[in-house]
């Protein structure tokens, strides 16, 4: 008996105290906790395909952005000075910045996107059947997920912003 009213006592008190998180990512493929199936993509260039197997023992930062969302937009800005002071010579984490024909964008306005705004992070491009996007089940974007080194997802930011994930708390 006093180890169901403990345990009752410590579920209220975490769900209580606990982080509030945004009730979108129910919707998702991938929840917190979970093994994500491995992936693949290409960049927008197709001259190189990468995988989340291959990415072993690193964090994957995978983000779904486009060139016309007001969000991605601000929120690429701001990456890209991040990235360029913080993250692009670090080897332990990868970062998969995912355009694809969402709507209106195709390769060439992504380029122009990347040229006009000089963006230094590589981008990667889903297929025309937007197997990623499907894969992940995304309903808004941006939309970014971090994946540990194994492989399982550790956060996960529906619109509001990748600095909303911890690991860029920091």
Known sequence: MLFKI?????????????????PREQKLTYLLGERVDNFEVKTLDGDKTITLEELKGKKVFLNFTTTWCPDCIEEKLVFNKEYEERYKDRDDIVF?????????????????????????????YD???????????IINIPTTFLINEEGVLEDVNVESGYKNIKFFKK
Not at 101 to 121: G, L, Q
Not at 127 to 137: P, R, S
């Open 127 to 137: 297929g025309q059947e937007m197997e990623l996007y499907k894969q992940f089940g």
């Open 6 to 22: 403990f345990m009752m006592i410590f579920f209220t008190f975490s769900f209580s105290f606990g982080e509030e998180r945004d």
């Open 96 to 124: 998969i910045i995912v355009f694809g024909p969402y709507r209106s964008d195709n390769k060439e306005k992504v380029k122009e996107y990347m040229k006009k705004n000089s963006f230094s992070f590589q981008p990667y």
